[in-house]
């Protein structure tokens, strides 16, 4: 089913004038159109209100400023039948997303959920070996056992001695398994190259020896003494310019963005519709432009922006 939108109060008004018959006659009034010719009702100041043309197209003058009604009218492609539309009338195009609404308040925390199973106990590391254990003394000779005496009065406890010294340290265990290697630090300054060494003279080659197991890895080195700090760099100021926002065309949009006078480039940008819009291009065009591509399905607002100092 093709759907016009057609006002049916106007429509209704012309069809009626232009076939409108008494009912006594009862009887469908025919008007046969001559070859090529079609079918017209003229207002009193002989202007066309109501067309047909030889090719069946219909006309309505004035159609656009007529009342406006609520609802649509359509037509049937095959018999040419008028009546309402089937489902209320045409559905237009999605309008634009509007703009995201402010964030609630944060609803009550929920209750705590129970506690996880423990994990599995993780593998002991080896034990490393004890260390050598010191020579004994040589043992004091017995004195002679003397009689039992009377238990006296508790003593005060006497002060704490002092700590004694530290024993040998014992022989360093095993090496255990490496763990995983964690995440690269940031890479750090590159510092001044060292003078070029003396080439030696190139040694023969020797015959290709086969290939080890690979060697646990070795403790990380200590960290070397930070760098002296880099001279400061000049300040720049930047300035931003911009071109729009204006509306887009439909297809393609060129997009030139000026800086001010005195003024060059430093860095540049675009911006548009993310669901109706497509930037194909953003770059330096000159010393003092910064361009913007931009495809679009119309209508739209779209800026390009140069930074300059």
Known sequence: MSSTLVRRS???????????VSAAQAQNVTVTEPSGGGFVVNSAANAPLFTIDANGNLAIANLAAATAQATPLCFD??????????????VGPIGPTGATGAVGPT??????GP?????????????????????AGPAGPTGIAGGTGAAGPAGVAGPIGPAGPTGNTGAAGPAGVAGPIGPAGPTGN????????????????????NSGAAGAAGPAGVAGPAGPAGP????????AFQNGPINSASGGNTLVATCGAGKTVVSGGCQADITQDAIAG????????WTCLIGSAGNTAITAYVYCN
């Open 282 to 289: 953003s770059y330096r065009s000159s010393a003092t432009t």
């Open 115 to 135: 506690a996880g199973p423990a994990g599995p106990t993780g593998i002991a590391g080896a034990t490393g070996p004890a260390g050598a254990t010191g020579p």
């Open 77 to 90: 492609s095959v018999t040419g039948n008028v009546g309402p539309c089937s489902g209320g009338g045409p």
């Open 232 to 239: 400061t760099g000049p300040s720049v100021t930047i300035t």
């Open 10 to 20: 106007l429509l209704s008004i012309a069809i009626s004038g232009a076939f409108c």
């Open 107 to 112: 609803g009550p925390a929920g209750a705590t």
């Open 190 to 209: 590159t510092g001044a190259a060292g003078p070029a060494g003396v080439a030696g003279p190139i040694g023969p080659a020797g015959p290709t020896g």
